[in-house]
């Protein structure tokens, strides 16, 4: 083997072992910044977690059910103040 296929077969290895490494930190959370280095972790199963998650779902619902109260309510009350000055003229 020479020096051609030496370089090719490092490359290889360090290409597998890269892969290998980012489906680790994959598979348990594990984030990086754009240099490669651990900045933490996500708790997977935790349970304060889900029950956070829970909680911004039912909050955004909520949200979501208020925008369109005030809308609605807000369109009716143009649509009564156009009514109005239609009759008054």
Wanted: proline letters at 2%.
């Amino acid at each position: 083997m020479g020096w051609p296929e030496a370089i090719v077969a490092i490359i290889i290895i360090v290409t597998i072992g890269r892969v290998m490494r980012s489906k680790y930190r994959a598979e348990h959370g594990i984030l990086e910044d754009r240099r490669g280095n651990a900045i933490g972790s996500q708790a997977r199963n935790d349970p304060q977690s889900e029950r956070l998650q829970e909680e911004v779902k039912y909050l955004k619902e909520r949200v979501a059910v208020l925008e369109k109260i005030a809308t609605d309510d807000r369109g009716a009350r143009e649509l009564e103040n156009e009514i109005e000055k239609l009759r008054d003229r």
